[in-house]
């Protein structure tokens, strides 16, 4: 009967002992530091991107705080005004929403209020 497939070819003696090949002897130090790349590379997540803050619109650093509260206050006060007129153009639904939006908003001055209230003289300068 013939054999379809060929013998293997003959182990040659002079590759297993080929001082170029990666198996032949094995590294404790090398094989740790491979664990621990593939270990880092899956289960430690990537920093997060550090975030610089756009400088296009920057309030002036040497604001005093009643300063920025006042103005917190004044803005959120117009937004108010804005939302309630808006919302008395649309229908029920909407109308509804856009309320509750305005209410946050009034909400948010009011704290703001009481924060520039609770001020202490010293800081008001």
């Given at each position: ?14 590759t297993?002992?080929?001082p170029?090949s ?10 740790n ?6 270990l ?10 550090q ?10 650093p040497?604001m ?5 509260l ?6 959120m ?7 309630s ?5 649309l ?10 939006i ?13 924060a ?10």
């Open positions: 009967m013939l054999k379809v497939t060929p013998n293997p070819p003959e182990a040659d003696p002079t297993e002992s080929d170029v990666p198996y032949s002897t094995l590294d404790p130090t090398k094989l530091e491979a664990a621990e790349r593939a880092d590379h899956y289960l430690k997540p990537p920093a997060p991107p975030r610089t803050p756009s400088t296009m619109f920057l309030v002036a040497d005093d705080t009643e300063s920025l006042a103005h917190a206050c004044e803005s006060a117009s937004a108010s005004i804005m939302l007129d808006f919302a008395g153009l229908e029920t639904p909407y109308r509804n929403t856009l309320l509750g305005q209410q946050v908003v009034m909400l948010g001055e009011l704290a703001v209020n009481r520039l209230d609770k001020l202490e003289p010293d800081q008001r300068q």
